[in-house]
Every structure is written in C-alpha cells, then in structure tokens.
C-alpha cells in the first residue's frame, strides 16, 4: 500500500532563508510522486512531479525537488523564501498504472519578514 | 480558458438533508475525483470516475454519491447519512495522458453544518 508522510505540520522561516519541506514516501512499485501548493480557500495547484526521468526535478516559483530512492524521500526546498511562498505544501504519490494519488496530511508554511 | 468550477463556493447543511455540490470541467478530461479536505489530514479521495457511467468508492465513500452521465460533470451528494459532513470538498480531474498526469483542482466548496 502507499503512504506519504510529511514531516512538520507547520514550518516558519525567515525571508530569505532556505525553505525545506520533508516528505517520504512507502510504495511497493516505483512511484509518480508530486508536489502541490495551496493558497487560502483555493484549489491545489501542481508545483512540480517526478516522473523517473530525473531525480532532481525543477518546478515553477524557484522550487526544487530531489528524488532519492534509498531514503525514499521526496523533500522540496527553496533557496531563497518570498513572502508570497506561504502556503500550505502536499506531497503526493501514485503508482504506476495507478489512478488513485494519495496525499500527505499538508505542511504549512510561514514565512517571516 | 479551460479549467474545472465547482459550486456553491459555501453550503450549508441542516440536520437530515442531502446537498449536492457541482463539479463541471471542460478540459475533455476523462477521470474526475472527489477529494475531502479537513485540517491536518491532507486530502482524502471520497469518489473517482475513469469515464462517463462509471465510478468507483475511494477510502472513504461511506455517506456519499455520485453520479457520471456527462463527461463534463461529477455531482457529489452529500446525504444525510454522512455524520460529520463540515469541510472543504475538492474536485479535480486529469487527462488521458497516462498515470503521470497531475491533478487539475476546482477553487472548492466549503460545508458547514447548521
């Protein structure tokens, strides 16, 4: 069975600071893993996915993701954080051949100025 | 522009009434999902539709329907049924382009119990 779990409900950082958001993943099969943003009220939109093509996966608003299949991790980082980055992150995962995503429980993300 | 709209974008629900919430896309997307969002448990998928006339339970489909005669449109209802029916309620599809797709989101409905 798959399972993703995010470490951290809630992150806090500096702007301008490095972002890290840790995600690690359980699945018997290779994995479609992803990364979502959601802003206040609002839908999830895709940042960036994973798709066995790559392990370093580069997304929009300057985020990264790095895809270690030792550690099965899928952590997403920043090296710079904007204000504008607040938001909620869910990492998700789905196998292939599969129609199902299956999301981690979210991490918040603040960013101090 | 294409995309998916969901609708009302707040409902509220008395004691022992069904709701339905509107999902339609017109992105000619094939799967559409229905997802439950409550805070600090992620999401969690409630129904799914692969193509139109069918669909499937997802984790937790209990208290819930759907139906699929359209390609366009995925009503979920909430009945009466489902005891604990206040959160956000997504709805999202994806494209026939193989399991790698990511999820289009409509803006959500909150519901709330009266």
């Known amino acids: 069975a798959q399972s993703v779990t995010q470490l951290g409900s809630h992150v806090s950082v500096s702007e301008g600071a490095l972002v890290l958001l840790r995600c690690n993943y359980s699945s018997s099969v290779p994995p479609y893993l992803f990364w979502y943003v959601q802003y206040p009220n609002q839908g999830l939109q895709l940042l960036l996915k994973y798709t066995s093509a790559a392990t370093l996966v580069k997304g929009i608003n300057g985020f990264e993701a790095e895809f270690k299949k030792s550690e099965t991790s899928f952590h997403l980082t920043k090296p710079s954080a904007h204000m504008s980055d607040a938001a909620e992150y869910f990492c998700a995962v789905r196998h292939t051949g599969g129609f199902k995503t299956i999301f981690g429980a979210g991490t918040r993300l603040f960013v101090k100025a | 522009d294409g995309g998916i709209t969901q609708s009302p974008k707040y409902l509220f629900r008395k004691e022992g009434q069904n709701v339905t919430l509107s999902c339609e896309q017109n992105?000619?997307?094939?799967?559409m999902y229905w997802y439950r969002q409550d805070p600090g448990q992620g999401l969690r998928l409630i129904y799914y539709s692969q193509i139109v006339n069918d669909f499937q339970k997802g984790d937790i489909a209990e208290g819930y329907s759907v139906s699929r005669e359209k390609k366009e449109s995925f009503p979920l209802t909430v009945t009466s049924a489902q005891k604990n029916p206040t959160a956000f309620y997504l709805c999202?599809?994806?494209?026939?382009?193989?399991?790698?797709?990511?999820?289009?989101f409509g803006s959500g409905t909150q519901l709330s119990v009266l």
């Open positions: 992105l000619n997307h094939d799967a």
């Open positions: 999202a599809s994806t494209g026939q382009g193989g399991t790698n797709e990511k999820l289009f």
